[in-house]
């Protein structure tokens, strides 16, 4: 009999044991959320990254073309476009996926922009010039276009700014 109790204060202890250690480690889903959370932050900070290199192509673009430098925008321009393939190419966790996706609609809006601008400037230096009017109209139509991709930029920052909350 007194061998009876020892085992079951054994198998209690045990138990109690068991019991305590499943209490000390976290549940899986835990695990699997803090995953989650790293690779989100992961994909955002590359895209930050990638957002900035836009930038600062997009800013020697624009420089390029206050000077009429058509060499150095066409190179600001193809250096921007290596970017936003880079970002389109960086895999965006399942959570961040439409994210993604609002930031590609709004780099591929850009693209024709810059693109757009570039036909426009061969188009005004070929043999058959442009009127006035005709230039004005393209060049609005192209702001048009990369207003349009900015504030397309802003809603998607923004989305990912209340997804932080």
Not at 4 to 14: H, Y
Not at 59 to 70: I, K, L, P, V, Y
Not at 71 to 85: G, H, K, L, Y
Not at 95 to 111: I, Q
């Amino acid at each position: 009999m007194t061998r009876s109790i020892r085992l079951l204060g054994v198998t209690l202890c045990a138990a109690v044991f068991a019991l305590m250690l499943a209490a000390c480690t976290p549940p899986q889903a835990t695990s699997s959320q803090d995953d989650n959370v790293s690779a989100n932050r992961q994909y955002m900070s590359a895209l930050s990254q990638m957002s900035d290199d836009l930038a600062a192509k997009l800013q020697g673009f624009s420089e390029a073309a206050s000077r009429n430098d058509t060499v150095s925008m066409r190179t600001q321009a193809d250096n921007a476009f290596q970017v936003i393939e880079q970002m389109r190419q960086e895999d965006a966790p399942d959570d961040l996926k439409e994210l993604r996706d609002g930031y590609m609609e709004a780099c591929d809006e850009l693209a024709d922009a810059l693109t757009s601008y570039l036909e426009l400037y061969d188009d005004a230096a070929g043999s058959s010039p442009l009127s006035r009017d005709a230039y004005a109209a393209r060049v609005k139509e192209i702001q048009d276009t990369y207003d349009e991709a900015i504030s397309k930029l802003s809603d998607t920052d923004q989305k990912a700014t209340e997804l932080q909350k």
